[in-house]
């Protein structure tokens, strides 16, 4: 059974980073697309990035450019996110997300990591 | 501001029929798929449809979608309590080179 399984909560001062973790099991962690999406308290789904299963690379949203960044270690089946210069908007539920149809596609989801800013 | 526009909130009676609307641009909607999801009360989202109208496996055939052009469109049919939750449209945008989301629409049932 395909499943995602997230990194524990983090509380976090302005200014500092983050670093979560999404471990995959149950399928054949290379050759699917990863994601990473958030939510802020009573807002909707943010895009933030999407690692390639060919190769590796990544792509961010405009607006976390130069402050996220996406790995993976494919010997563990594991994808991280690490965001940066974090401030009180950063204050989210992080969702790592996955599939193996294409880039555009969440097939399946982690139940979420909550990431607390705050002084 | 989310790149796709969708009605905030939706409400209908058990039984009935509603429909979310979800409009893009050419770079997104017009060309690629449209997927949706559903997110319950105080959980993670999960695929409710893809590639504009097929259902993943366990999603009953009260749910439907479609596409046209820049505008997608998913139908609930004989409304049931347990629908009510947030939806979500959203698609591959080839100039912003990711996903774009749609606002999201809290579906009520009254």
């Known amino acids: 059974q395909v499943q995602l399984v997230q990194s524990g909560a983090e509380v976090k001062k302005p200014g500092a980073s983050v670093k979560v973790s999404c471990k995959a099991s149950?399928?054949?962690?290379?050759?699917?697309?990863m994601h990473w999406v958030r939510q802020a308290p009573g807002q909707g789904l943010e895009w933030m990035t999407i690692?390639?299963?060919?190769?590796?690379?990544?792509s961010y949203a405009k607006k976390f450019q130069g402050r996220v960044t996406m790995t993976r270690d494919t010997s563990t089946s594991t994808v991280y996110m690490e965001l940066s210069s974090l401030r009180s908007e950063d204050t989210a539920v992080y969702y790592c997300?996955?599939?193996?149809?294409?880039?555009?596609?969440?097939?399946?989801w982690g139940k979420g990591t909550t990431v607390t800013v705050s002084s | 501001q989310s790149v796709l526009t969708q009605p905030p909130s939706a409400s209908g009676t058990p039984g009935q029929r509603v429909t979310i609307s979800c409009s893009g641009s050419?770079?997104?909607?017009?060309?690629?798929?449209v997927n949706w999801y559903q997110q319950l009360p105080g959980t993670a989202p999960k695929l409710l449809m893809y590639?504009?109208?097929h259902r993943p496996s366990g999603v009953p055939d009260r749910f439907s979608g479609s596409k046209s052009g820049t505008s997608a469109s998913l139908a609930i049919s004989g409304l049931q309590s347990e629908d009510e939750a947030d939806y979500y449209c959203?698609?591959?945008?080839?100039?912003?080179?990711?996903?774009?989301f749609g606002g999201g629409t809290k579906l009520t049932v009254l």
């Open positions: 050419s770079s997104d909607i017009g060309s690629n798929a």
């Open positions: 959203a698609a591959w945008d080839d100039s912003l080179n990711g996903v774009v």
């Open positions: 590639s504009n109208n």
């Open positions: 997300a996955s599939s193996n149809r294409g880039p555009g596609l969440m097939d399946v």
């Open positions: 149950g399928y054949s962690f290379a050759s699917y697309y």
């Open positions: 690692i390639n299963p060919t190769g590796g690379s990544t």
